[in-house]
C-alpha cells in the first residue's frame, strides 16, 4: 500500500509540472512514465480489494441467499410454533377431560356416601327411637305396676286395719307416697331416655351437615373453572 501512495504522490507531481496547452486547461505528460507508474499501482493494489470487488459483484445473490435462507428459518420457526401450540392445545383439553371426570367420579362417590351415611344414621335413629319408646314403655308400666302394687297393698292394710283410723290414714299416705315416687321415677327415666336420645340425633345431625357440605364442595369444585381442577384434587372427607 506504501507504493500505491508513493506512485500516486509522483503522478501528481508529474500532472502539476507537465507543460500547459495553450488556450486550455490541458497539458502535456510524458505517456510513458504515466503508463509505468499506473502498473506500479495496479501492482501494489493487495489482493482483498479484488476479493471486495467480487463480493460487491455478488452482493445482490448474497442478499438474496440471505433473504431466502432467513424467510424459510421463519417459516419453519412459524410452523414448529404452530404444532407445539397444537400439541399444547391438545394436551391442555386432555388434562382437562381428566380432571373432569376425576372430579365427576369424586362427587359421585361422595354423594354414594352420603346416601349410605344417610341411611346408617336413619337406621339407627329408628333404632334409638324404638329402643327409647320401648324403655318408655318398660318402665310405665313398672310405675303402674308399683303403683298397683302399692295400692293393693294398702287396700290390704286398710282392710286388716280399719278400725284403726290412724293406721288406715298412715296407709293412705304411705299408698299416695308410692304411688308419687312411682310417678316422679317414671318421669325421671323417660326424661333421660329423651336426653339420650336428642344427644345422639344431635351427632346424627352433624354428622348430615358435614357430609353435605362434603358434596356441596365437590359440586362447587366440579361447576369452577377448569384451571383450579389442575390443582389440588378435591376429598369429600375434607
Known amino acids: 500500500m506504501y507504493r500505491v501512495f508513493e506512485a500516486l504522490d ?63 428459518a421463519v417459516s419453519k420457526a412459524r410452523s414448529d410454533a404452530e404444532r407445539m401450540v397444537a400439541e399444547a392445545q391438545h394436551e391442555a383439553e386432555r388434562m382437562l377431560s381428566e ?48 303403683y298397683e302394687r302399692a ?13 284403726q283410723t290412724e293406721v288406715v290414714q298412715a296407709a293412705h299416705v304411705e299408698s299416695i307416697r308410692v304411688l308419687e315416687a312411682a310417678q316422679t321415677e317414671a318421669i325421671r327415666l323417660r326424661g333421660e331416655c329423651d336426653a339420650y336420645v336428642d344427644g345422639k340425633l344431635a351427632d346424627f345431625e352433624d354428622l348430615l351437615a358435614h357430609t353435605l357440605r362434603s358434596v356441596g364442595k365437590g359440586r362447587s369444585h366440579l361447576r369452577g373453572p377448569a384451571v383450579a381442577s389442575a390443582a389440588a384434587p378435591f376429598d369429600y372427607r375434607d
Open 10 to 72: 509522483e503522478l501528481v507531481t508529474i500532472v502539476e509540472e507537465a507543460r500547459g496547452v495553450p488556450m486550455t486547461s490541458g497539458c502535456v505528460v510524458p505517456r510513458g512514465d504515466v503508463l509505468e507508474l499506473l502498473d506500479d499501482v495496479r501492482d501494489a493494489i493487495p489482493a482483498e480489494l479484488d476479493d471486495a470487488q467480487d463480493v460487491l459483484d455478488h452482493r445482490d445473490e448474497l442478499v438474496g441467499k440471505a433473504q431466502h435462507d432467513a424467510d424459510q
Open 99 to 146: 380432571a373432569r371426570a376425576r372430579a365427576e367420579r369424586m362427587v359421585a362417590e361422595a354423594e354414594d356416601q352420603a346416601q349410605r351415611t344417610v341411611s346408617a344414621g336413619r337406621q339407627e335413629y329408628e333404632d334409638l327411637v324404638g329402643r327409647a319408646h320401648a324403655e318408655a314403655d318398660r318402665m310405665v308400666q313398672a310405675g303402674r305396676a308399683n
Open 151 to 163: 295400692i293393693e297393698e294398702g287396700r290390704a292394710e286398710q282392710a286388716r286395719l280399719v278400725d
